[in-house]
């Protein structure tokens, strides 16, 4: 049984393949230099922890990385403004309960 997602490498073969570009079509419209990216680090009780984000003129997420969960959260923004205000939320109660940043800036690259 072949569902949508199965993949036939002869179908790169055929001559009616084309890839479906709609969803990039956007791309073009996207103003790199207005990216802006931050990332906390933050250590509590010899535990590590990530706080980032990523923000652009459409949007930015939110991206949450605890040791003590199994997988890293990411939360979406449509607007950057409201993302930055998360972000900042997130980092103060991170303070209160007990987390210490340790670096807040940049990506560190190295």
Known sequence: MKNEFDFDPEDLESENFEPDLEDFEDFDEIDFDDIKVRTAILSKNNMVALLCIKTA???????????RETNPSVQI??????????????????RKNGWQIVYDGLPLQG
Do not use: M, N, Q
């Open 77 to 94: 923004y449509d607007d950057p403004e409201k993302a930055l205000e998360w972000f900042k939320k997130s980092l103060r109660t991170s």
């Open 57 to 67: 003129t459409a949007g930015g997420a939110i991206c949450r990385v605890d040791p």
